[in-house]
């Protein structure tokens, strides 16, 4: 390798692979203020939809990131958000279940979107390209890396050139994926099962707007006995473009699935024999459940399916994988420009790891649900049917894991080990330390925003109208603070305002209480009314970053 004297590059942070994680976590340091390269072996974002769906938690990162909106352009209409059990095209319709985007509408100030991940991707770019600090490089690829006291030297091969270019940085994070050379090289290994059945999911564009216009949707799925690969029909654009996918047994191989073999199929499905299918793309995955023994080694960090791998049936890969990159965010940041001891990133594993091994959970029970559905079309059992089919309403009725998820390490002030029980459709708003701070609308300069706005950089105490002796504290602390700690008095004496007075109620505090809340948005410690020394009270929880 190269010595530290002639290395091409130096940055604060490598970001190997270009996916959603891997963007997402650049955007968040970017606005943290801190410089990455991400290197992305492929010329260019994604050209196969693969993931579908943002959820509301993630939404709202996007509208705190400045590319909420042109999500919301791309999204699924939402007259075809639902999922239809048919036996065929032309056949009998057996269920439908409806996407329930407004269990989260009175907590959030977003929308969910159903959108695929190409676009996803596309959306992080454009965002990107305002930002002067982040330099995301394609038809690159990520060799090895070579660690040292000061920092971490990458070697890359530029695949244009043929090449080899050498990246010196603090930190490097791998994002590269379930099959993360990152992660391998580190010696960070996965738990859980790698392979619960294979697929080929098939981009195309074909017309059979005649079949669906009836009943528009965002998928099909077939209950057709006479069908063993159990074919479904996902709706990309609401229009032409669509996914098939279908399963692969233990006699298939990829070799099977020609361009003019997937054609055969997809006629077949619709039972259309002069069909004009044009195929975009091909993709063959496997189904796992693994997540890593840890999310950190040294100087190297994991994201998205270089962490983690769960089924689809859930929904939450890729979402997991951007709330990854917010939580690691603003803690490398805080190591890198305010001189945070770097223990701080033990926390990232402590607060994900469980969330992570919960959406796992979440995803198999659907796995399992899929595979006992198809069990009892196998059968004939239609009573069997029947009930699975009713509970497949679970499958997108999350609000609870969603915005509900609670994080627990050495950086939250947990209250005597308290915990909530978290129902997975149900989301109720609490401050109970680690919880996601709730949305409350406020005024702040005569414009109206959410509490959620005020969450990013720094540490934000919000206090009650009769809270000043915490604001004196927390002036008094932030003098002695190697980062930045803002306060914000919400009443008519405050800086902010809340017309429907409902804010002390869901933040669960007095008029004369305190939230601390951290960069991320959650609740890192609170104190429900005024305590006899408040700057011993918040120094208490600040010595955590010592």
Known sequence: MKTKQNEDKQVPVIIIGGGPSGLSTALALARQNIQSIVIERNPGITQHPRARGVNARSMELFRQWGNYNELL???HPKVARRFIWIESF???????VSMDDSSTKDFSPVEVS????????KSLCNTLEKHKNVIVQYLKEFISFEEDDTGITVQILNKTTNQTEFIRAKYLIGADGTRSQVRKQSGITMEGPDNLGQSCSIYCDIDISDLVKHRPCAGFLFANPKLSSYPYFASVNGLNRWIVMIRLTKDDSREKFTDEYCIDQIRKFTQLPNLNVKIIDKNFWKMGAQIATKYRSSRVLLVGDAAHVMPPTGGFGMNTGI??????????AFVIKHN??????????????PITKRNIEWSLQNAKRFAEIYEAIHDNNIEKLQSKLHEQNNHFNYAGLDLGFIYHSSIISSENEQT?????????????PGSRAPHVWLIKDGKQISTLDLFEKEFVLLIGEDGDSWQIAANELSQTLQFPLVVYKI?????????DNTWQDIYEITSSGAVLVRPDGHVAWRCKSIAIDPKTELDKYFRNFQ
């Open 491 to 499: 009443g008519a004496s405050g800086n902010l305002s809340n017309p």
């Open 323 to 332: 709330q990854d990159a917010h939580n690691l965010a603003w803690k490398l």
């Open 340 to 353: 945070i001891p770097d223990k701080l990133l033990d926390t990232y594993y402590a607060e994900r790891a």
């Open 73 to 75: 352009q791309y999204t």
């Open 90 to 96: 032309q056949g009998k319709e057996i269920a439908r």
């Open 420 to 432: 909530l029980s978290i129902s997975p459709s149900d989301y109720t708003p609490t401050t109970l």
């Open 114 to 121: 159903l959108v695929s991940q190409d676009l996803v991707e």
